[in-house]
């Protein structure tokens, strides 16, 4: 740009300054045209006088004195002719102001030219001595009828040109001057410049002029610079045409070169100006844009020093200060994280370790301070640290160490022991994390240390309850999983065997239903101590494990043993368990019936192995209980045959594969049905009907009961329509409920909606409960019951003998009917026992006003033994066996 501009601005002045020169020229020019007109009014002036015929007059003192009259006239006016004078023609001059004067002028160029014909004749400047000025002749013919006659002789002053200059000069320091063609001064403004004495001025003229001059009489036009009197200046020359002379215009430099130079101060302000602005600009613009950079990179720079007190404050709009914003948001958020970060490092718990794995320089002084520690007493090195881990711990501890370094895990959490300076052991979380150089080499590790001794303590403590038993402290079912697991990996690692026992108590819910559950938890902790004391009589290892599984069952572990060695231990815990138990003040016989199962034959993993010892103690029991059995594939075949039952089941009740056989009860006097058992048959597509007690528990176990139940009840209620639309009078019919069914929420709901579809009145139907039914959830059992009477269902209870056969129970239940176990009957007409059991439940039904029902009656001898003993109802194959709907209907008819 500078450089652009100053081309420009020197272009622009070389064409001003060449316009300045022009003008000067023009000037010079107009000054000698100025002055040749205004020498040629003179001359022509003087022509025309010379004309005048009073010139011509023989007496040439008339003449002359007409040429003064002319004089003084012209005088008056502005004339620089100072004199007139005429001239004969031998070259005598007589003066028209005085004729005494009379001079020879003859010789004289301008006579002669005269002489030669010219019409007009100029002498060259001189002084006038007589006059005292500057003078310039300038002589005409006069002629007379076409002859030369007389010279007309004009003297022309110069003093009024040199007055003239002034008006001329250039600007106004400028000056204007005329110099003939030898250099004498002919006009100038100054008069002590004109020569005066006659001296050749030339010589007074400065050189620098005196050169102008030459070149001006060579050329006649041009221009010179120069100095004179100390000032610079410029001078334009040109000839004035009708004189030798040359007319010089001056210019003051100073004032001549002042528009120039005042446009180049001007111009040179302007680009000094635009530079100091285009710089200033570009400093503001360089400044916006990286001074706020500057800052953040200050910023930056304090942040990665640590400091990250100072707010980013930069308040741009552009890209820049959004790169601030971010900034300042991210040195908040670092600065909250830190903040929480110390918060945390300061906690009460917690403490941060660091690691510089080269130069094995562990740093953990509030680990030291948490454990009770002064800082020297442990050096910062990882093995001072190692020394107070638990021994038991260190090994895992180094492992998992090595790991994490190696980068095998990808975190680093640990928990283990560390010794205090009072002595006792801290539990500490390690959690760390790996610096790694760009190799993968770890050079430097971090992370925190956490006391969690209470919660340790307290996992311990829960792992406790949660391993042990709390009533009898043995290992629960959970823990003994776990042994068992254990038991097997070993085994298979070693080729070993072992045994599994499974006790289960005989007839414990009896006791514990009628004793209650204090005596119940005394006598499982009686039962679980002479357990381990026959076990550990046989058993001489210490391997040996006993666990309560549940309930009143126990599994024992029996490492190494099998055949008869592992029988004999199922022996001696049976028979321990013969001898009578007391507690408080009852003498408890109690039995148990034992599952045996030996691991790898009955099973190479814990699910099959306790499943099938499972299956040897229930055929234990069906084989008469205080027995063992050993597991073989038969008993799970049985077993299996069981599953199979229940996953059937499930499509059986959707493909409606059950149906209902009914059974009636009969009035023993008049021998007519007074009411019929709904008793359900599974009718498998493959194996044809199945009875309840192949299915009945297994779909009680698995819930499915509920659902059958209510099959039951909605297709007793509905089939009832059936015998009643044949105009009988009515007849109830009686459903059977399981156990756990009494408890159902919605089973009043269930029998009030059958009851009300089929418009059955609710004193035609009876549920069948069982004692132990009705024992095992008493409160609940009377609450439903209660509900079930206050909307008229009538109430049985079944197999009476069996179980508890309380009187007490009894007198509290709100029962119609008490139906006596079908046991008795077999032997009843032979067995006084069973016949006095017989006799006293029904004696018992007759006290508490209630229909006592005979069930299993299967000859004419027992019905008339009944008959006699005063039971009104009977239910027995001797009538009918339980039959389908309309072979009860054609019965019934
Ligand atoms: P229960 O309630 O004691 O039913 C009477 C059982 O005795 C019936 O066996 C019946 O066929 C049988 N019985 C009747 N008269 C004689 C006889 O003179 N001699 C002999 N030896 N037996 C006789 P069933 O039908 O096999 O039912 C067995 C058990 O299945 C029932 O015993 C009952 O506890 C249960 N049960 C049957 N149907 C249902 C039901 O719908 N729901 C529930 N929860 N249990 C049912
Ligand atoms: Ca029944
Ligand atoms: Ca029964």
């Given at each position: 740009f500078v450089i652009v501009s100053i081309f420009s601005v020197h272009q622009f002045i070389q064409i001003q300054t060449q316009q300045l020169y022009q003008a000067l020229e023009q000037q010079a020019v107009f000054n000698s045209k100025y002055i040749n007109e205004r020498l040629n009014a003179h001359v022509e002036k003087i022509q025309l006088i010379s004309q005048k015929?009073?010139?011509?007059?023989?007496d040439i003192y008339a003449a002359l004195a007409h040429l003064n009259q002319l004089l003084i006239d012209i005088k008056a006016?502005?004339?620089?002719?100072?004199t007139f004078g005429l001239m004969d023609l031998e070259g005598m001059l007589w003066e028209a102001?005085?004729?005494?004067i009379i001079t020879y002028q003859g010789y004289t160029d301008w006579y002669q030219a005269v002489l030669r014909g010219v019409p007009i004749a100029f002498s060259e400047v001189?002084?006038?001595?007589?006059?005292g000025i500057m003078r310039k002749v300038v002589v005409a013919p006069v002629y007379k009828d076409g002859q030369l006659y007389r010279v007309l002789h004009a003297r022309v002053g110069l003093e009024k040109l040199s007055g003239l200059m002034p008006e001329l000069k250039?600007?106004?320091?400028g000056r204007a001057f005329i110099l003939d063609?030898?250099?004498?001064?002919?006009?100038?403004?100054?008069?002590?410049?004109?020569?005066?004495?006659?001296?050749?001025e030339s010589e007074k003229v400065p050189a620098a002029v005196a050169v102008a001059l030459k070149q001006a009489v060579a050329e006649k036009t041009g221009r010179i610079y120069y100095t004179f009197r100390g000032v610079d200046s410029i001078l334009a020359y040109h000839p004035i045409p009708l004189t030798n002379w040359i007319m010089f215009t001056v210019a003051g430099g100073h004032e001549f070169y002042a528009p120039i130079n005042n446009l180049i101060t001007t111009l040179a302000a302007i680009i000094s100006g635009a530079v100091f602005l285009l710089l200033f600009l570009g400093w503001y613009i360089a400044g916006k844009i990286t001074r706020p950079l500057e800052g953040l990179s200050v910023a930056a720079g304090q942040m990665s020093q640590g400091?990250?007190?100072?707010?980013?404050?930069?308040?741009?709009?552009?890209e820049t200060g959004q790169l601030a914003r971010v900034f300042e948001q991210m040195r908040l958020s670092l600065k909250e994280l830190i903040e929480r970060y110390q918060l945390a490092v300061e906690g009460a718990s917690d403490a941060i370790w660091d690691w510089d794995i080269a130069n094995n320089y562990f740093y953990f002084p509030r680990t030291k301070q948490m454990l009770g520690y002064?800082?020297?007493?442990?050096?910062?090195?990882i093995e001072a640290y190692n020394r107070i881990i638990h021994p038991e711990d260190l090994w895992s501890v180094e492992k998992q160490r090595a790991l994490f370094l190696a980068g095998k895990n990808k975190s680093y959490t640990l928990q283990y022991r560390v010794k205090s300076k009072s002595g006792h052991y801290i539990w500490i979380l390690s959690r760390g994390n790996v610096v790694r150089d760009a190799t993968g080499k770890p050079l430097r590790a971090a992370g925190s240390h956490t006391d969690i001794t209470a919660a340790k303590e307290a996992e311990i403590k829960l792992d406790q309850l949660a391993y042990?038993?709390?009533?009898?402290n043995l290992p629960n079912r959970f823990n003994l999983m776990r042994a068992l697991n254990n038991l097997i990996n070993n085994a298979q690692e070693n080729k070993d065997y072992f045994t599994v026992l499974l006790l289960d108590l005989d007839g414990f819910k009896v006791i514990n239903d009628t004793l209650g559950h204090p005596v119940g938890d005394l006598l499982l902790q009686k039962v679980s101590e002479l357990i381990l004391q026959a076990v550990s009589n046989t058993v001489n290892n210490s391997d040996s494990a006993v666990a309560?599984?549940?309930?009143d069952e126990f599994v024992i572990l029996l490492p190494n043993r099998k055949g008869e060695a592992a029988l004999g231990v199922a022996k001696a815990i049976l028979s321990a368990l013969t001898a009578a138990i007391s507690i408080d003040q009852y003498s408890l016989n109690i039995s148990g019936s034992v599952g045996v199962a030996f691991y790898p034959e009955h099973g190479s993993d814990a699910d099959t192995l306790i499943k099938n010892v499972d299956m040897a103690m229930y055929k234990a029991k069906e084989d008469g209980k205080n027995r063992y059995r050993l597991f073989s594939p038969e008993i799970s075949a049985v077993a299996n045959k069981k599953m199979e039952i229940q996953s059937n089941l499930v499509r059986a009740l959707k493909n409606r594969e059950f149906i209902l056989h009914y059974q009636p009860i009969i009035?023993?006097?008049?021998?007519?049905?007074v009411a019929v058992e709904a008793l359900i048959r599974w009718n498998h597509p493959q194996k044809g009907l199945i009875p309840p007690y192949d299915f009945i528990p297994i779909v009680e176990e698995s819930g499915q009961i509920i659902n059958i139940t209510e099959w039951v009840i909605n297709t007793a209620c509905h089939d009832s329509k059936q015998w009643r639309a044949q105009g009988f009078k009515p007849i109830t019919v009686h459903i059977n409920l399981s156990p756990k069914q009494i408890a159902q929420d919605n089973l009043i709901d269930i029998i009030s909606n059958a009851l009300e579809e089929n418009k059955l009145?609710?004193?035609?139907f009876s549920i069948e409960i069982t004692e132990s039914t009705a024992v095992e959830n008493w409160e609940q059992t009377l609450k439903t019951l209660a509900e079930l009477k206050s909307i008229g269902v009538k109430i049985a209870l079944d197999d009476?003998?069996?179980?508890?056969?309380s009187l007490q129970h009894l007198k509290q239940l709100p029962v119609d009917t008490l139906k006596i176990d079908r046991?008795?009957?077999?032997?009843?007409t032979a067995d006084q026992r069973d016949q006095a059991i017989v006799k006293a439940a029904i004696n018992i039904a007759q006290s508490l006003n209630i229909v006592a029902v005979a069930e299993g009656v299967e000859t004419a001898e027992q019905l008339i033994l009944l008959k006699e003993m005063g039971c009104m109802h009977v239910q027995g194959y001797y009538f009918?066996?339980?039959?389908p709907l309309p072979e009860l209907l054609a019965l019934l008819n």
């Open positions: 015929s009073e010139l011509q007059d023989e006016g502005e004339t620089e002719i100072v102001a005085d004729p005494e001189g002084h006038s001595v007589a006059l250039f600007g106004e320091k063609e030898h250099g004498i001064m002919v006009a100038h403004p100054s008069p002590d410049l004109l020569l005066v004495d006659g001296t050749k400091d990250l007190s100072n707010a980013i404050t930069v308040t741009a709009r552009d002064e800082d020297h007493e442990l050096d910062n090195t042990f038993d709390q009533l009898t309560r599984f549940g309930g009035d023993a006097v008049n021998e007519k049905p009145c609710a004193t035609q009476f003998g069996v179980g508890y056969s046991f008795f009957m077999f032997n009843c009918s066996k339980p039959v």
